[in-house]
């Protein structure tokens, strides 16, 4: 059972456009994880977002943690097909112990 | 510099048998995750390693699923009368254990598949 529910699964734009992909869990954690993933690759950690209503911006990509921690969301300016490929939140436990991942956005970017 | 790596990258095994799954860490990396991810899935987490010991094992299905790192370095995670439900790409992460909140670096997996 997945406690972090991303949405959408699946989103398919055309190059140049905007997009917001959303983690929502019922949980609070002390820190959330956006990670990208290529097939037959691990996931690669793009952020971690700390403070309840934090906003880190990395190029064209804007992630918020929401202010009760318990959801966040990553969104996309000018998406490029470079973007392409499988996103993943991840909230993380104060004991650092366990890392929740969620079921992921799967983004493809046509040109 | 070398990052996680691990072996086999793909393994075929007949339902019933035993498999190991190898993971070499970051050199220095104090902190090391199994996962599991199934197709259409993020990682499921397993097992999670500070050192030598397992700090979380609250996430091994059953205790067909097994993990060690002796030596506070390489992982193994042993799998014994394996099940087609099984299949899937095992993942390990390491993480320097400090420093920016829990970053982990992730090797490319091993895709199990249990025929």
């Known amino acids: 059972t997945q406690l972090l529910e991303q949405s959408p699964q699946f989103l398919s734009i055309q190059e140049g456009e905007n997009l917001t992909v959303y983690c929502n869990s019922s949980?609070?954690?002390?820190?959330l994880q956006w990670y990208r993933q290529e097939p037959g690759e691990g996931p690669v950690l793009l952020v971690t977002v700390v403070t309840g209503g934090e906003v880190k911006k990395l190029k064209r990509l804007t992630f918020q943690f929401g202010d009760a921690r318990k959801d966040s969301s990553l969104h996309i300016t000018a998406a490029q097909p470079g973007d392409t490929g499988l996103y993943l939140c991840?909230?993380?436990?104060?004991?650092?112990?366990?890392?929740?991942f969620g079921s992921g956005t799967r983004l493809s970017i046509r040109p | 510099g070398a990052g996680v790596s691990q072996t086999p990258s793909n393994k075929v095994t007949e339902k019933g048998k035993y498999v190991e799954l190898r993971c070499d860490p970051i050199s220095g990396h104090t902190a090391l995750y199994w996962y599991r991810q199934s197709l259409g899935q993020g990682p499921e987490f397993l097992i999670y390693f500070q050192g030598t010991g397992a700090a979380d094992d609250s996430g091994l299905p059953n205790d067909r699923f097994f993990a060690v790192r002796p030596e506070g370095s390489v992982s193994t995670l042993k799998i014994q009368r394996t099940e087609r439900g099984d299949s899937a790409v095992y993942l390990c992460?390491?993480?320097?254990?400090?420093?920016?909140?829990?970053?982990?670096?992730f090797g490319p997996g091993t895709r199990l598949t249990v025929t």
């Open positions: 991840a909230g993380v436990y104060s004991s650092a112990s366990k890392i929740i």
């Open positions: 949980s609070v954690f002390s820190s």
């Open positions: 992460a390491s993480s320097p254990g400090t420093g920016v909140p829990y970053e982990q670096y």
